[in-house]
């Protein structure tokens, strides 16, 4: 299988560039006059009316207003995924996945709406066809806890799960962790898991859902994929029903929505017009689909307080019915602590996630902003104590409110086992002066030290790493495609529109992974080396081709990107910075990504992360946010700058 990859990314980029090609050399048609810039007004202003909605709600706070137009950004970049999935077979599928595959390693994810945590990979995508057939395969991964595939009807922005399948409730795994998955309006003959999606494709618009929830990190996700057998759509096609799914194309009165629109597109300038006249008409609608969760999201309850677990089902249309939440809000002052406490339940996993008051996720890799069953303290005495606080408050369990001082809490219980109903537990609060935070916590509650929590912090980096990596490899392994399909549109549409309307990827700037808070502590994975040889030369030999994967995608990638600067002639100077230095995706990234795998993969297999970091990495962590601000990528911009080709062939 691993010897077939290169193969693979190589006519994946073969295939987009030729496809990309056809797009952008295509001549103007005679009739397409206009520029698509009117419909990017449109859509600009149409975000810019969904940041003055939010900002007027009676919730709102400056802080959180402030990423409003992020988030927006976000959401289009999100709706922009599900569409490709939704018009393509391209490569067995184009899944959105979140946290996404296209981000980068020690650095920040995209920041949704929708109670988005880096605890569960989420794998959607719209191009379920009414009366296709699918086969979905997947293995368990290692650190999966709960496991759930669900098929959605869509209605305008709104999702309801129809039929779902989970682990230990009803999905099928074989001894080895794989299993077969098949959707569709019959049950094949022999098939062992079954989804009959006829619910969910009834008006034409559907949504498949993966859920793969993990505890610990470094043990990495699970790997899926999906591919037509039967009754398949054309390779490329629009939908009747549009674009994105569940649109309501008469309210928006516009073709763009529409298979129509197929025949409309014929240059740059109407492909970009119908992408901009689409998002402009769902913006609105969407954005107060996720003001509404946010308000059942706990912001509306009193103060500092929790609601007691309920079942996921009641909370949102698409929760899982093995599932229960607890949801609450915080608002503090700097010298405020509020202590949660979190009655056990017994269940696959556990966690607890801040958002800011839009249900809009904190910044999670950099900050301890989440914490689950593998990385919280559980007391003896039947209750887990959570310490949500602006500054480190020395104890376990403290959530990093990280810069907002009122935000949304949600907590989770996946898989509870059959006969276990939770429903109903109170989950108390309590506010206390942080500076007193031991006072009012058991007495067996352990203390941190800025040392171990810089060493905890540089678990999870690098655990998160690991498992965004592997999904890389397995689980999404068209990063090529998606980067080139992205990079590709950038180049269209011009960078400042494409970030106006997509945002841009959180970046850490290189430099920084070389500083000892985000490279791998040496002396560890030596002394595993040393003492355990067996344990740690298997961890390198089966993580090998996850190292390969590191170092080949950029690769593949920047053969994609010189390709397509031929083409996108303004992103020719730009191409040596892109391929070589780009701190997320470039091959340079990409060789420390195989690093601090390496790294990771030995020192999990013999459990033996340090528990404590040096002086220097532990004043890094305690500044950190300052670092990633004022640390600009001088040293390694200038080289780039000198071998920019724009400059070498001007003139």
């Known amino acids: ?29 005679a009739a397409d006059t206009s520029s698509f810039q009117p419909a990017l007004d449109q859509l600009l202003n149409a975000m810019q009316q969904a940041v003055s909605y939010d900002e007027s709600l009676p919730f709102a706070t400056s802080e959180s207003d402030a990423m409003l137009l992020t988030g927006l950004q976000n959401t289009n970049y999100e709706l922009l995924s599900a569409g490709l999935s939704r018009v393509t077979e391209l490569f067995n599928g184009v899944f959105f996945q979140s946290p996404e595959a296209v981000a980068g390693d020690a650095a920040d994810s995209r920041q ?36 759930a595939i669900a098929t959605e009807a869509i209605t305008g922005s709104t999702a309801v799960s129809k039929s779902s399948l989970e682990l230990d409730h009803g999905l099928v795994v074989n001894p080895d962790g794989t299993f077969t998955v098949d959707i569709g309006p019959t049950d094949p003959s022999g098939a062992v898991n079954f989804i009959n999606d006829t619910d969910a494709t009834t008006n034409g618009d559907a949504s498949l ?70 998002f402009g008409n769902i913006v609105g609608p969407f954005n ?9 999201a706990g912001i509306e309850l009193p103060a500092n307080t929790m609601s007691p677990l309920a079942p996921e089902t009641s909370v949102f249309a698409t929760g899982l019915p093995s599932a229960d939440v607890s949801a609450g809000n915080f608002d503090l002052t700097p010298d405020q602590a509020l202590i949660v406490q979190m009655p056990d339940v017994p269940s696959g996993y556990s966690g607890i996630e801040l958002m800011n008051v839009f249900g809009a996720a904190l910044p999670f890799t950099l900050a301890q902003t989440t914490l689950n069953n593998t990385t919280a303290f559980a007391d003896p005495d039947g209750y887990t104590y959570y310490v949500v606080s602006a500054t480190n408050p020395g104890v376990a369990n403290w959530l990093d409110s990280n810069g907002v001082s009122s935000g949304e809490i949600f907590a989770r219980f996946e898989n509870l086992p059959d006969g276990t109903d939770p429903t109903g537990l109170a989950v108390t609060t309590e506010v206390v002066p942080v500076a007193d935070v031991a006072n009012y916590l058991p007495a067996d509650t352990p203390t941190v030290s800025p040392a171990e929590y810089a060493a905890d912090m540089s678990q999870r980096v690098f655990s998160y790493d690991y498992a965004l990596d592997l999904s890389r490899e397995h689980a999404q392994p068209d990063w090529v495609l998606q980067e080139l399909l992205l990079h590709g549109l950038q180049g269209v549409m011009g960078t400042d529109n494409f970030q106006a309307v997509f945002g841009s990827d959180p970046t850490t700037p290189l430099e920084l992974r070389f500083t000892p808070a985000l490279s791998p502590d040496w002396a560890a994975v030596d002394h595993d080396v040393l003492t355990h040889p067996i344990a740690s030369l298997e961890a390198i030999v089966s993580n090998l081709p996850l190292a390969a994967s590191d170092v080949n995608l950029p690769v593949d990638l920047a053969i994609g990107q010189t390709a397509l600067s031929l083409l996108l002639p303004q992103q020719l100077g730009s191409l040596v910075n892109d391929t070589l230095f780009d701190p997320n995706t470039g091959i340079i990234a990409g060789l420390l990504n195989a690093r601090d795998d390496l790294a990771t993969a030995i020192l999990t297999a013999n459990a033996d992360f340090p528990t404590q970091l040096g002086s220097l990495a532990t004043t890094e ?15 390694l911009a200038d080289l780039g700058a000198l071998f920019n080709p724009a400059d070498m062939f001007a003139g």
């Open 1 to 29: 299988m691993v010897a077939t990859k290169p193969q693979r990314a190589g006519l994946t980029t073969i295939a987009l560039v030729g496809a990309l090609s056809v797009l952008i050399t295509a001549p103007r048609a």
């Open 112 to 147: 949704y709406f929708q109670f988005f945590t880096p605890d569960i990979y989420y794998h959607a995508t719209a191009g379920l066809a009414p009366g296709a057939t699918y086969e979905l395969t997947g293995t368990v991964g290692k650190g999966t806890e709960a496991l």
């Open 209 to 278: 859902l993966i859920r793969d929830v993990l505890g610990d990190w470094a043990q990495g996700p699970g790997s899926i994929s999906i591919h037509c057998v039967a009754d398949c759509p054309a390779f490329f096609s629009i939908p009747s029903t549009g674009i994105f799914p569940g649109a309501d194309a008469s309210a928006a009165g516009a073709d763009s929505l529409t298979g129509a629109s197929a025949s409309q597109i014929n240059s740059v300038d109407s492909l970009l017009t119908t992408l901009f006249t689409a």
């Open 288 to 296: 107060q689909e996720n003001m509404g969760l946010a308000e059942v």
């Open 621 to 635: 962590w305690a500044n950190m946010p300052e670092l990633v601000q004022s640390s600009a990528s001088t040293l």
